[in-house]
């Protein structure tokens, strides 16, 4: 676990995972943020192009640092929270903006039938965040859900203003309950790929882990299903 200030260099250095000294990743974030040169203007739009332009897909690898790194996503264009997070650390990283991982375990009282049933669970191990270092102080953004998945779940579309914590809304639009943040794991400076898959294997099972890696393998480069259709689940 990273403990130091922002002055730390990791979160400014590329690694293997969060390779912010990709070339697509660089020309990714040029385009981005076009001219603008203020921080924080330049971590909301990062943040709106990874909420939005990487669809959130829970059934993707996960068990493999290539899984997560931060180009790869990019060409990938759908993954779950992890994988977009390690995408918009290395987007800051590219920017200029000290930038981290963070992690929590979330209970998601809205999700799908079918992903409840594939995890055996609503309790979301090592949910993904990004921390960015601006103006003073680390602020929080969480890029997993895209707009359209949102709307279809009845949840407002997480904003990010580059200085308040941008965090999971307690409730939906109906007032019924949407996520609940249990534990938190800590902020590093790259994605803890072992770390991830122990948790999970802890809460969901080792055989249960196994399975998916091995399902993911057999089906490697295809997509397992479409998360966008799937049935709403209220729990």
Same mark, same amino acid.
């Given at each position: #676990? !990273?403990? #130091?200030?922002?002055?730390?260099?990791?979160?400014?250095?590329?690694?293997?995972?969060?390779?912010?000294?990709?070339?697509?990743?660089? @020309?990714?974030?040029?385009?981005?943020?076009?001219?603008? %040169?203020?921080?924080? @203007?330049?971590?909301?739009?990062?943040?709106?192009?990874?909420?939005?332009?990487?669809?959130?897909?829970?059934?993707?690898?996960?068990?493999?640092?290539?899984?997560? *790194?931060?180009?790869? +996503?990019?060409?990938?264009?759908?993954?779950?929270?992890?994988?977009?997070? %390690?995408?918009?650390?290395?987007?800051?990283?590219?920017?200029?903006?000290? %930038? *981290?991982?963070?992690?929590?375990? +979330?209970?998601?009282?809205?999700?799908?039938?079918?992903?409840?049933?594939?995890?055996?669970?609503?309790?979301?191990?090592?949910?993904?965040?990004?921390?960015?270092?601006?103006?003073?102080?680390?602020?929080?953004?969480?890029?997993?859900?895209? *707009?359209?998945?949102?709307?279809?779940?009845?949840? !407002?579309?997480?904003?990010?203003?580059?200085? @308040? =914590? %941008?965090?999971?809304?307690?409730?939906? *639009?109906?007032?019924?309950?949407? #996520? @609940?943040?249990?534990?938190?794991?800590?902020?590093?400076?790259?994605?803890?790929? =072992?770390?991830? +898959?122990?948790?999970?294997?802890?809460?969901?099972?080792?055989?249960?882990?196994?399975?998916?890696?091995? #399902?993911?393998?057999?089906?490697?480069?295809?997509?397992?299903?479409?998360?966008?259709?799937?049935? +709403?689940?209220?729990?």
């Amino acid at each position: #676990m !990273e403990t #130091m200030d922002h002055e730390n260099p990791n979160y400014l250095t590329p690694t293997e995972i969060i390779d912010s000294n990709h070339p697509k990743i660089q @020309e990714y974030a040029t385009q981005t943020i076009g001219g603008c %040169s203020d921080p924080v @203007e330049r971590a909301v739009l990062l943040y709106l192009a990874v909420r939005d332009g990487i669809r959130y897909d829970p059934y993707t690898p996960f068990h493999l640092p290539e899984h997560y *790194r931060a180009s790869a +996503v990019l060409d990938r264009g759908r993954s779950f929270c992890v994988p977009k997070v %390690s995408l918009l650390c290395a987007l800051g990283r590219a920017c200029d903006i000290p %930038s *981290r991982v963070g992690f929590a375990t +979330v209970k998601n009282h809205l999700a799908t039938r079918q992903l409840i049933d594939f995890l055996g669970s609503n309790v979301f191990v090592y949910h993904g965040f990004v921390e960015f270092y601006l103006e003073g102080k680390w602020v929080k953004a969480t890029p997993a859900f895209n *707009r359209e998945l949102c709307e279809r779940h009845q949840v !407002e579309p997480l904003e990010f203003n580059g200085r @308040e =914590d %941008s965090l999971f809304h307690s409730f939906n *639009r109906e007032n019924k309950k949407y #996520m @609940e943040y249990v534990e938190y794991h800590g902020t590093y400076a790259d994605i803890p790929v =072992d770390a991830i +898959v122990a948790a999970w294997k802890k809460k969901y099972g080792e055989d249960q882990v196994e399975e998916w890696i091995e #399902m993911f393998a057999q089906r490697e480069g295809t997509q397992f299903a479409d998360f966008d259709k799937e049935d +709403v689940w209220e729990g």
